[in-house]
Every structure is written in structure tokens, then in C-alpha cells.
């Protein structure tokens, strides 16, 4: 069972990645957030592709669903931490801290 100090351990390991209030919750982010806490620390939003989010909600529907607005066909995406493991955990972080890394500068010739 993951909880929320599991995630906050796991997010501030990875790479670029600091810790910020946000609103009423607490934010994970490197160039951009890609998850955050909710106050009751039971459960965390992930940012993942559209693709990713319907990935993770069809094969752990019990642990995640979109978040129910705008922001969830984004990608965003609710975890209730208690029915994660760890690992799964830290898989869901690593997929949406790949895309809260910096883009690639372009280099012009």
C-alpha cells in the first residue's frame, strides 16, 4: 500500500524535481507539475497522455480514474494512493515525470 510519504519520497528522488504549495494542495514538478497531493494526502492527480490515462485506468480501475472535468481529457488523472503498491507508485511517477522534463532546445544551423 503506497501512501503519501512514499510519494512524496519517490517524486523528490527523481530527477529536477521540487516541492511546492499549489493551491490547496501540495505539487510535484520539474519544468512543469506532474502531480500533485490532495490535502487529505489519500490520494494524488498525475499528469499522463491521454493514451497513458485510459492505459492505467482500463488495467487498475480500482487505483485510477480521470480526473472528471476539462483537466482529466488533458490526461489528468486520480490515484487513490491506498490501492497502490509501491512500484506502482513509482511507475506512475516516472511516466509523468518524463513529461515534466524541459523540452529539447532545438538547435539552429
Given amino acids: ?11 523528490l528522488a527523481l530527477d529536477g524535481t521540487s516541492e511546492a504549495p499549489h493551491f490547496d494542495r501540495t505539487a510535484y514538478k520539474a519544468a512543469r507539475i506532474y502531480v500533485t497531493l490532495a490535502p487529505d494526502r489519500k490520494s494524488a492527480n498525475f499528469k499522463f ?4 490515462q485510459a492505459l492505467k485506468c482500463t488495467v487498475a480501475a480500482d487505483a485510477f480514474t480521470p480526473v472528471p472535468n476539462a483537466w482529466g481529457k488533458q490526461g489528468w488523472t486520480t490515484a487513490t494512493l491506498s490501492r497502490l503498491t509501491a512500484a506502482e507508485l513509482k511507475a506512475a ?3 509523468a515525470h518524463a513529461h515534466a522534463l524541459p523540452k529539447a532546445k532545438t538547435r539552429r544551423r
Fill in 93 to 95: 511517477l516516472e511516466m
Fill in 1 to 11: 500500500m503506497a501512501t503519501a510519504s512514499h510519494l512524496r519520497r519517490l517524486a
Fill in 49 to 52: 497522455t491521454p493514451d497513458e
